[in-house]
């Protein structure tokens, strides 16, 4: 197991080139699995949760052969209906194959995913969805089992506690693409992902209106054909590199990032006093004199992202005065504070909101990663701090960050990756 060690206080400099989206990638892999043709994939990170989805397709049927950023994805057999318990409990995105496969062969089993320390992380609203369509469905030894004769087109309201569902969303998406009839989608994620999702699926000639809104209306088709597709940026890859810069106080370009996904962060970064400036065809972070403490909470899009909460959390940490960081989308995601706070931060957890009295001096110290955001804001933290700051359990990073260490060398950080 490897460790990531930082030197601290170093300012970056330099331009980085954003990866594909990691979100978009996992649905996009799973889509696959509604055809026998061929697709090829591009601009998909290297990444271990890609390389996990991967794993699942081949272990489905599918041949998958992967060059550069290239995923090229061929079946020569049957498909298999069932994905198992080892690879559907190591990452939760696993969970949407259920769609396609239901969609694609009328029945499915698949292992239920589990929480993880972000939260209980409920399924019920996929299952929702696929009943609405006409599926029977049953939980029997820690799988899902869902058979249908074929999917029905349905309108169904797919809204919940905390709001909508992105991946709940994409598994009603594809599999309504094989049903018969038209699908309403209510309540709907508005994600990019989702339009990504919809993009490709159309590209495979599936017949979606609306995505990227809360209404999205699928006319369900006989069948769906391969097509090539490029993957859109990861706006939270972007914004974490955004969220670097502003901590290290530092002037970088963000090269390959759409402005349009990472608006709610922008406007926070404005207020704290960091502009973000498109120069060309890059986003230019022009860095704070002095880091104002402002507040955020996060919604689902266009509101401000979950995946960003922990490294903005670290970033609020710097600014003098004290900042509400509110998490309405996972409400016990703050596993970092115990972690932050080891590293001089000065934060407290009320309910779901952490309150940090920023403004303090940052040292470095061993701190152990526990999720994959939650490594990331350890990483701001680490450039921002004074002093050596030992990343234990660097694997999350890996999960989520094509080649994190090296884009940072690039950009003039002291960092380094050792073995444990
Ligand atoms: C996706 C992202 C994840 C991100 C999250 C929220 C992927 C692979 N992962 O996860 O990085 O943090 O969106 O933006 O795209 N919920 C229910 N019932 C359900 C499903 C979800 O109550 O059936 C709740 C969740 O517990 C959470 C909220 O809805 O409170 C949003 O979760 P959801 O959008 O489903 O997250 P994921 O799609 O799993």
Do not use: W
Not at 263 to 285: F, P, Q, Y
Not at 311 to 333: C, E, H, N, W
């Amino acid at each position: 197991m490897d460790k990531l060690i930082i030197e601290g206080k170093s300012t970056l400099k330099g331009q980085v080139k954003i990866s594909g989206s990691k979100n978009s990638a996992l649905p996009i892999l799973a889509a696959t699995l509604l055809t026998e043709e061929t697709c090829i994939l591009a601009n998909v990170p290297r990444l271990r949760d890609t390389d996990t989805m991967c794993k699942l397709l081949i272990s489905l049927g599918k041949d998958v052969e992967r060059v550069k950023d290239k995923v090229v994805i061929r079946q020569n057999k049957k498909l298999n209906y069932i994905a198992d318990y080892d690879l559907v409990s190591t990452m939760r995105g696993s969970f949407c194959v259920l769609g396609p496969l239901l969609a694609k062969l009328n029945k499915v089993k698949v292992s239920m995913p589990g929480g993880c320390v972000i939260g209980i992380r409920p399924v019920d609203l996929h299952l929702k969805g696929i009943k609405a369509l006409g599926a029977k469905v049953a939980i029997e030894n820690g799988y899902v089992i869902a058979k249908c004769k074929r999917l029905k087109g349905t309108s169904l309201y797919l809204g919940g506690v905390f709001g909508s569902s992105v991946l709940a969303t994409a598994n009603i998406m594809m599999a309504a693409t094989l049903a018969e009839g038209e699908t309403i989608i209510e309540s709907a994620a508005c994600e990019p992902e989702i339009k990504d999702l919809a993009g490709f699926l159309k590209s495979m000639g599936a017949k979606i209106k609306g995505a990227g809104s809360p209404q999205i209306i699928i006319k369900g088709v006989s069948s769906l054909k391969g097509s090539k597709y490029k993957i859109i940026p990861d706006r939270i890859e972007a914004g974490t590199f955004m969220l670097m810069a502003a901590a290290t106080k530092s002037s970088i370009a963000i090269n390959g990032a759409c402005l349009e996904h990472l608006m709610a962060l922008v406007d926070k970064l404005n207020e704290a006093g960091v502009s973000i400036v498109k120069e060309g065809r890059s986003l230019r972070v022009k860095p704070a004199r002095h880091i104002k403490a402002v507040s955020i909470t996060t919604h689902p899009y266009p509101g401000f992202p979950t995946d960003l909460q922990a490294q903005f959390l670290s970033f609020m940490s710097l600014a003098k005065g004290i900042s509400i960081i509110t998490d309405k989308v996972y409400p016990d995601r703050f596993i970092h504070i115990a972690e932050l706070n080891r590293m001089g931060a000065n934060i407290r957890r009320e309910g779901i909101n952490a309150i940090s009295e920023g403004g303090r001096v940052l040292f470095g110290a061993p701190v152990m990663a526990s999720d994959l955001r939650a490594s990331a804001a350890l990483v701001i933290a680490g450039l921002a701090a004074e002093g050596k700051t030992e990343i234990h359990r660097i694997y999350h990073l890996e999960r989520g960050y094509e080649d994190l260490d090296r884009k940072l060398a690039l950009l003039g950080a002291k960092v380094c990756r050792a073995k444990e």
